[in-house]
């Protein structure tokens, strides 16, 4: 035999690896071992924590070191097939020239699975690990990586020096440590106690298909985030992406009732990935994740909250700045959520209809002592009209009007929109009124985010969300300026496709 081929991610190289090649190759005439370095474009995910050319860069020290004559090819990830190794020898094929053939190559390979697919081929096989003539059994690779994962001095002794070298020189040790390992889970509460989360799960799940659609194409694999996953419905999506299914899926959810819905689903067998992860954390209480660790970040209806359960725009600023921390050079963070107009103390005309329910003489200002069911009902059985009166009662953040003849209303443009993308969440009113829609613009936004360190994808901007206006806004209400002209409505949501520079 002129070759041997040895197919696997080689994230470490152990000293029995190094002893059997070394004697596998020297029964077959000195052969040339090919290193199919697999899943070669994945890195920093518990299945592939050590990026390719770190791996190469231990290949090629463990053969100088041996006398072994090597070729070192990546192989990058494909979706599950039975033609992997059919793949595998192409790729060979095109990056050297060589044909691996019956006749001239060896497989070496202990896990089961992967050598039936190249003895279906023609290719005798030598069993590495799994070789019945080894009177012990030696430790695999991965075995010898999860215990320096878990601190156990031990794995200096099986792996081979060339790995210790390259992990050392590169500081390798504590990236596969931090990947490798769980973050501790903390022990919050959600952010309201009015919260109807059975409302949210459904919302959540209604949405995510359209969610994922916009964000699909931005979303770079390795560690995904999704902060503030709700029910788990986007991870969901992310799983059933074979181009993701090396990536590691995290979730993490301050609600108890949302958190425990993930791990509901991830105990029914719902994720095809072994790497989904859920933790319960409240963003606002520090850093989850070690510096320049998640390649995507994504967050959906999030940021309004750190705004408005935080210190507006300290909170929001400190939350990005951990984002950027978290983010590895050349990652990306992914926000979609409603955002103020981009003129927001704009004084306008705000006309409301009257006539679709009570208008009572005054507002309520007992509701925060009601439950929910009762709140639901009385809010629900206003008028449009009056429901603005009690809005400014309940709203967190206080604004001021002026009433004018007949339904109209004059108000600052960013208080009238904070009003009307509310009025309608009955169900959860008195936690609505807690969280403020419209404090940033995007302008506003875009200062934050350079401010922080980021560079904004042309694709990122303000947006109006038409189905909201026609449905929700333009059958009850309507705007124009102090003059009584028409004004057309506002930007009510944004999506930003965030970057940390390679170099930042």
């Known amino acids: 035999m002129s070759f041997v081929l040895f197919p696997g991610r ?10 059997y090649l070394h004697d596998l190759a020297t029964r077959n005439d000195n052969a040339t071992i090919v290193w199919a370095v697999t899943s070669a474009n994945h890195e920093n995910t518990r299945r592939n924590p050590v990026p390719y050319h770190r791996r190469e860069a231990a290949i090629e020290r463990l053969s100088c070191q041996t006398g072994l004559r090597s070729l070192v090819v990546p192989i990058f990830d494909t979706a599950p097939t039975d033609a992997f190794a059919e793949v595998t020898l192409k790729t060979i094929a095109v990056a050297t020239g060589i044909e691996l053939t019956p006749a001239n190559t060896v497989l070496a390979c202990s896990t089961p699975e992967v050598a039936d697919l190249y003895r279906k081929l023609g290719l005798p096989v030598a069993l590495v690990e799994a070789d019945p003539s080894l009177r012990t059994i030696p430790e695999r690779p991965w075995d010898v990586l999860l215990r320096l994962a878990a601190g156990d001095e031990e794995w200096r002794r099986l792996a081979h020096p060339a790995t ?3 992990y050392e020189r590169y500081r390798l040790v504590e990236t596969i440590r931090a990947v490798v390992n769980d973050p501790l889970v903390g022990d919050e509460g959600g952010l309201t106690a009015t919260r109807d989360y059975r409302t949210y799960v459904e919302a959540f799940a209604d949405a995510a298909e359209r969610k994922w659609k916009a964000v699909r194409s ?9 902060v503030g996953c709700g029910a788990g419905s986007l991870l969901e999506l992310a799983d059933r992406e074979p181009a993701l299914h090396e990536s590691d899926l995290i979730g993490v959810e301050v609600a108890r009732h ?3 819905e993930c791990v509901h689903k991830k105990a029914q ?15 606002l209480g520090g850093a989850i994740f070690p510096d320049r660790s998640i390649d995507t970040t994504l967050t959906f209806a999030l940021t309004h909250e750190i705004w408005s359960y935080g210190k507006q725009r300290d909170s929001l600023l400190e939350f990005a700045r951990r984002i950027f921390e978290h983010t590895a050079p050349g990652g990306v963070w992914i926000n979609s959520d409603v955002c103020g107009p981009a003129d927001p103390r704009q004084p306008v005309i705000l006309r409301l209809t009257s ?27 206003l008028s449009t009209r009056a429901r603005l009166d009690q809005f400014a009662v309940d709203f967190a953040f206080p604004f001021t009007f002026e009433a004018l003849d007949g339904d109209a209303v004059r108000i600052e443009l960013a208080a009238a929109m904070d009003y009307l993308t509310r009025k309608d969440y009955t169900d959860n009113w008195l936690s609505e009124t807690h969280e403020q829609f419209c404090g940033l613009s995007f302008a506003e936004w875009s200062d934050l985010l350079t401010e922080v360190g980021f560079t904004l994808d042309p694709v990122s901007g303000p947006l109006r969300n038409d189905w909201i206006v026609e449905n929700r806004l333009a059958p009850v209400a309507s705007l124009a300026d102090l003059d009584g002209k028409p004004l057309d409505w506002p930007d009510t949501h944004l999506f930003v496709v965030a970057r940390r520079p390679h170099n930042g």
């Open 258 to 260: 949302l958190y425990q």
């Open 355 to 381: 006539d679709d329910g009570a208008n009572p003489a005054e507002p309520r200002h007992d509701l925060q002592d009601k439950d929910t069911a009762e709140v639901r009902e009385y809010v629900g059985g």
């Open 164 to 166: 210790i070298d390259v």
């Open 218 to 226: 931005h979303v770079q694999p390795g560690r995904i985030v999704d």
């Open 269 to 283: 067998g719902v994720f095809r990935n072994a790497n989904v992860y859920f933790y319960r954390r409240n963003v």
């Open 10 to 19: 080689h994230h470490l190289l152990t000293r029995f690896q190094a002893d």
